[in-house]
């Protein structure tokens, strides 16, 4: 467990547990914000809280099997960011994908970029992927920015492929090379 200053905000962040399944409804509120929101992610529908518990228990699952990492920031007992490196199985079980969500009013304080470091310095540890592949929307400029500066590189642009605000957005692959 690692308590941090981030613009004033004394954030706590740690590795995800079996005891954390008993704070899935703070898990469920931190995703949905995002939907929310309409933030620039994947989902975009809200999770009851049996589909939460669901996704937790299997996080925890392939957390204790050593297939991913998982971190996650609190403050003041809220979510406020999680990432996770989760290794691919199979002929591609030498590259990890990297996630990251931030909550809105905890961006661009250095959290990200923070967290980011600490998980890929934790999958290499502990998962050792030769790969870390990440998958963005073109229009998010700040994430590209943070993950060309960290050290990974654009290695695809798939046109249309995500739908973002009524619009079909292209999918950005990066790459890190560990």
């Known amino acids: 467990m690692i308590t941090k200053i981030f613009n004033g905000k004394r954030i706590t962040i740690r590795k995800l547990s079996k005891k954390d399944l008993g704070d899935v409804k703070k898990f469920q509120e931190f995703i949905n914000s995002f939907v929310e929101e ?10 009851t809280l049996k589909e939460e518990q669901k996704w937790l228990q299997g996080q925890i699952d392939k957390v204790k099997n050593r297939k991913m990492v998982f971190l996650f920031a609190e403050h ?9 490196v989760g290794l691919h ?13 931030i909550r809105k009013g905890y961006r661009e304080i250095g959290l990200g970029n923070f967290l980011t470091q ?22 998010n400029e700040p994430a590209f920015g943070l993950y060309k500066k960290l050290g990974f590189k654009k290695v695809a642009r798939i046109p249309k492929q995500l739908q973002y ?7 950005i692959i990066m790459l890190k090379f560990l």
């Open 38 to 47: 309409d933030a620039q992610i994947l989902m975009n529908k809200k999770f």
């Open 118 to 139: 600490k998980i890929i310095k934790l999958a290499k540890r502990e998962l050792k992927p030769k790969i870390v592949r990440l998958s963005i929307m073109s229009t």
């Open 165 to 171: 605000k009524g619009k079909l957005i292209d999918e």
């Open 76 to 84: 003041n007992n809220r979510i406020v960011g999680t990432t996770e």
């Open 89 to 101: 199985i199979g002929r591609q079980s030498h590259v990890a994908e990297f996630g990251i969500t």
